[in-house]
């Protein structure tokens, strides 16, 4: 059987791919957030998850406003890497797993989640940052992807209620799965940041590191906080923070923390990043 061992909330700035790609990690701007990152990274190597189901948000690269689907599942063998404005990212291409992904997409529409399937796809930095700050830079990714991208981008974004909720069935779905798998859930975007208007810039320490408490233990409090809330406490694309909660209800009742990072600002935003793992 298929399991869900455990999931990871990670902010997914895309500065911090163009630090990779141009070897910057260790500078002293962004030193103190890739160290953040090093017990992950030493941690995954262990793990050897066989698939990342990775929730993450496209920024208009591939989706544009023509289709705006609000949960989509990749079911392709392999996903390209978006040209977002600089050519694409020098990154390896995403390797799927259709069996897996077209059982949870299964799964989950009869499980009254209708999902918007998608067999050709390019993922953007939404995906590809937390691949590079979890695997740093290999020839090859080491572990199948499924992408699961969340509106957050055109509102009617789904609730952070709808979100946990679907994590719970994606964790049903993982656990009819008959082949032995070990599965990952992340949950990325955020934390607090907004990147126009008169409060551009706006970061909240306190707010983020409330959020991140709210995903340990046994506490489904995150589920309930309303929009509202994100946007007027984590600006504008806080908002993407309740795509974490599909990550967050995946684990199940109760949660326990592995690690925890938190660092501001990078970029315009607030870097914040968890690893969890489901607590019987
Ligand atoms: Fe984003």
Redesign the pocket.
């Known amino acids: 059987m298929a399991r869900i061992t455990a999931g990871i909330g990670s902010s ?1 700035v895309p500065l911090l791919g163009v630090a990779v790609d141009q070897g910057k990690t260790r500078d002293e701007y962004f030193s103190p957030i890739f160290a953040g990152y090093d017990w992950t990274r030493d941690w995954e190597k262990q793990q050897k998850p066989d698939v990342v189901i990775l929730v993450y ?1 496209d ?1 208009a690269s591939f989706f544009d406003m023509k289709i705006v689907p609000t949960f989509a599942i990749g079911c392709a063998e392999r996903f390209g890497i978006c040209d977002e404005g600089w050519g694409p990212r020098p990154v390896p291409d995403v390797e799927g797993h259709p069996d897996l992904a077209w059982h949870i997409a299964q799964s989950l529409i009869l499980d009254e989640f209708d999902m918007t399937i998608v067999n050709e796809m390019d993922v953007d ?2 995906l590809t940052v937390p691949l590079s700050m979890m695997f740093d830079t290999p020839k090859t990714w080491p572990t199948k992807v499924i992408p699961l991208a969340v509106n957050v981008v055109t509102y009617p974004v789904p609730s952070g209620n709808r979100c946990w909720a679907l994590g719970e069935a994606i964790r049903r779905a993982v656990e009819s799965f008959p082949e032995d798998l070990n599965v990952q859930i992340w949950g ?2 955020g934390m607090s940041h907004q990147l126009q208007g008169p409060r551009a810039g706006l970061l909240n320490r306190e707010w983020d590191n409330k959020f991140l408490d709210m995903l340990v233990g046994d506490s489904d409090a995150a589920r309930w906080i309303p929009h509202i809330e994100y946007l007027r406490e984590t600006g504008s ?1 806080g908002i ?1 923070m309740v795509m974490w909660l599909i990550m967050r209800g995946a684990l199940g009742k109760k949660t326990r923390c592995l690690h925890r990072h938190y660092h501001i600002p990078c970029s315009n935003t607030a870097i914040g990043h968890i690893v969890l793992e489901p607590e019987a």
């Open positions: 997914h948000n920024h930095h939404g990325t975007g694309e993407e």
